[in-house]
């Protein structure tokens, strides 16, 4: 079991049971209920006294923070077996209760960083957030989101992280290519070099298999010699390696002659 690579500020709490005895499965997004900073909430768990801690932590400046290793169980959720299974965040609030515990932009996008990343490490395939308090803590339809209020009489995670759990949901979903309509094509494997003709005049040359990847200027219509073929983002039939060693260019473009 590994940690977020995104973490900035490391102060791990003694308040932990460890290691875990199950498998991260579950995701419990929490508010710090005051506009701490990531050294103090680290400040905040480091008393033993406090029997309190989270696994992360994020600041309103969009730091990120760990208090507990991911191996380990923090004391974060009022919930002895929900904390067993979950990676349990802790984020900074910019507004107070009137505001519903308001979070910063920078701290929700560091958040939805953090998320993609533990499912990503942790083979959390898709993120799935119910509004019903009972498929939530049973884990019913595949939910996989808990929240504080489930389990104690607390605001906790704050009206307007609550209200953005299916919001977060449906972001972190698009990055870890899941909930989409349309599935990913895997193109057929190919075997040694071919030519395709290009007959579009503003295809793009990307430095590598997916739009997510450097532009490198643009192919002018002809006959190519592509080498090798991959899939990746923003093409369906796959992206095709220029012999020339330009670059790829995506398929859905290009006939093979
Ligand atoms: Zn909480």
Redesign the pocket.
């Known amino acids: 079991m590994s940690n977020s690579s995104l973490v900035r500020y490391t102060k791990i709490s003694p308040n932990k049971t460890s290691p875990r005895n199950h498998a991260i499965d579950t995701i419990?997004i929490?508010?710090m209920?005051g506009n701490l900073t990531v050294e103090t909430c680290g400040n905040v768990f480091a008393p033993t006294s406090r029997q309190a801690s989270?696994n992360y932590g994020i600041g309103s400046d969009g730091r990120i923070a760990m208090y507990v290793e991911e191996k380990d169980r923090s004391w974060?959720?009022?919930n002895r077996a929900n904390d067993m299974r979950a990676v349990?965040i802790?984020v900074a609030n910019d507004g107070g209760a009137n505001t519903g515990w308001h979070v910063s932009d920078k701290a929700l996008a560091s958040l939805l960083n953090l998320v993609e990343d533990i499912c990503k490490r942790n083979g959390i395939k898709k993120l799935v957030w119910s509004e019903s308090k009972n498929d939530r803590v049973n884990h019913l339809n595949g939910c996989n989101m808990t929240?504080?209020?489930d389990y104690?009489a607390?605001a906790?995670?704050g009206d307007y992280l609550y209200k953005l759990h299916g919001w977060i949901a449906q972001e972190v979903n698009k990055r870890l290519g899941a909930g989409s309509d349309s599935p990913a094509v895997t193109p057929t494997p190919t075997t040694g070099a071919f030519k395709v003709r290009v007959s579009i005049t503003d295809l793009n040359i990307r430095a590598g298999a997916g739009t997510d990847t450097a532009r490198k200027g643009v192919i002018k219509p002809g006959v190519y010699t592509i080498v090798e073929v991959k899939s990746g983002k923003g093409s369906k039939t796959g992206w095709g390696k220029l012999k020339s060693g330009a670059g790829w260019i995506s398929l859905d473009y290009a006939k093979k002659v």
């Open positions: 419990t929490h508010c209920a989270s974060c959720t009022s349990t802790e929240v504080h209020r104690a607390k906790c995670p």
